[in-house]
């Protein structure tokens, strides 16, 4: 939004203006407000050889000279400490060395008008390489939600339009509303779509039923799409709702949604009990979905459904461990969402993720070594990427709108 500003002021003519001052008045000298400055992240964790974006805030500096960046808290050269690089006035993005440091590096930007203000950021290098291989997500960064993949790094982003991989990273299932303005009779309805990885050949899957009149319970919606280890099945949310038979039957309030379980192309639905947010084992045996304010867990047939969790917090977005021995899960435990890490029988809850931030679903990677989710601790959702416990937090996008909803390529 463009603001203008109209000033209003007296002719004076060819008149000099001159000030006088009365008897007793005494200038008042300016208020001098000082400089103060401020680097965004404040905290970080880098993992060896990754790097972190900072930002820095200057405040009642009237000229914008900005600050200088700088190294500090260690001593030994960039192969010890690591490096800046893509330095602006603001700026500045931090690259880690290839050994841990002894000690914590500081990432200080310095005012230019004022050298006494300072803000210093620490970092803490651990160990671990960058992650490898290719995440898919959710963006807005198109103006309107899309589906994009790029390197785990976070380099080579490019729009897709999909969510959720097969095995063997060959095709994308992935979920919209094909049908904004819906025809008088019908539902505007959410739905699974299958695509290559290279776009081609999209298209929705059989089975959705989203017109009103075709028999008692009626298949309206599917969302949240999980492949099989096997990508021969979908598991999905579905959507139903009792209609009274013949075309102009009415259709009454959708029912909370079922785990539903299909072959890949859509056709052979069946229903395996209420649940959203479905997640295979990565033996195919069983599936984990979020079930009211719990995780819970089921056999792939819909049998031995149990719960995981118990405790009175939202718990949801459970995610396998590639070995099957783990559940990362999300929970509002602490008052807001974080992250959690349990074993397959529910035992042993960690937090992974400890502040005041909102955290999304987490996604494991293949090789079991990462776990990519989102987060908006940096003021809005990014994807960020962690080691199984909780350490080397590193941010791998970096936009002014929605990044979110990883899932790892295999």
């Not at 390489?129 to 785990?152: D, H, L, N, Q, V």
């Not at 009175?312 to 969402?337: C, E, L, Y």
Request: aromatic fraction near 8%; hydrophobic fraction near 35%; include cysteine.
């Amino acid at each position: 939004m463009r603001h203008s500003i109209s000033t209003r002021g007296t002719a004076l003519g060819l008149l000099g203006l001159a000030v006088a001052w009365g008897c007793g008045t005494e200038l008042t000298p300016p208020v001098s407000v000082p400089i103060s400055v401020t680097v965004s992240p404040p905290t970080v964790s880098v993992v060896t050889g990754g790097s972190e974006d900072f930002s820095a805030a200057v405040t009642n500096d009237p000229a914008a000279k900005g600050v200088s960046w700088s190294i500090a808290e260690c001593t030994g050269g960039a192969a010890v400490c690591g490096s800046l690089t893509n330095i602006t006035n603001i700026t500045a993005t931090y690259v880690a060395p290839a050994t841990v440091p002894s000690s914590a590096v500081g990432v200080t930007a310095t005012s230019i008008a004022d050298a006494t203000k300072s803000s210093t950021a620490i970092v803490g290098v651990v160990a671990g390489g960058p992650a490898t291989g290719r995440i898919a997500f959710a963006s807005y960064r198109s103006f309107c939600t899309e589906i994009w993949s790029m390197k785990a790094d976070g380099s080579n982003a490019v729009q897709l339009t999909g969510l959720g991989d097969t095995p063997d990273g060959s095709k994308i299932a992935f979920y919209y509303a094909p049908n904004g303005n819906p025809p008088p009779g019908s539902y505007v309805v959410l739905d699974v779509f299958v695509m290559n990885r290279d776009r081609s050949d999209v298209h929705e899957l059989a089975g959705l039923y989203g017109t009103y009149g075709r028999g008692p319970l009626t298949l309206v919606g599917r969302y949240d799409p999980a492949w099989s280890p096997d990508g021969t099945k979908l598991a999905a949310a579905g959507v139903f709702v009792y209609c009274a038979p013949g075309p102009g039957g009415s259709c009454g309030t959708p029912l909370p949604p079922f785990i539903t379980v299909m072959n890949a192309d859509g056709s052979g639905l069946v229903a395996r009990g209420y649940g959203q947010e479905p997640a295979w084992s990565p033996d195919g045996t069983k599936i984990a979905f979020t079930c009211g304010i719990a995780i819970c867990v089921m056999n792939a047939d819909g049998t031995g459904r149990t719960n995981l969790t118990s405790d009175s917090s939202s718990n949801s977005g459970p995610a396998w461990s590639p070995d099957g021995t783990k559940v990362a899960f999300r929970s509002n435990r602490p008052g807001h969402f974080d992250l959690y890490v349990m074993n397959a029988d529910g035992s042993g809850v960690t937090a992974l993720t400890v502040d005041t931030a909102t955290e999304g679903r987490p996604a494991w990677s293949p090789d079991g070594k990462k776990i990519a989710f989102a987060s908006n601790r940096d003021g809005n959702y990014e994807i960020y990427i962690m080691t199984p416990d909780g350490s080397g937090v590193m941010r791998v996008t970096n936009n002014t709108v929605f990044d979110g909803r990883p899932a790892w390529a295999r």
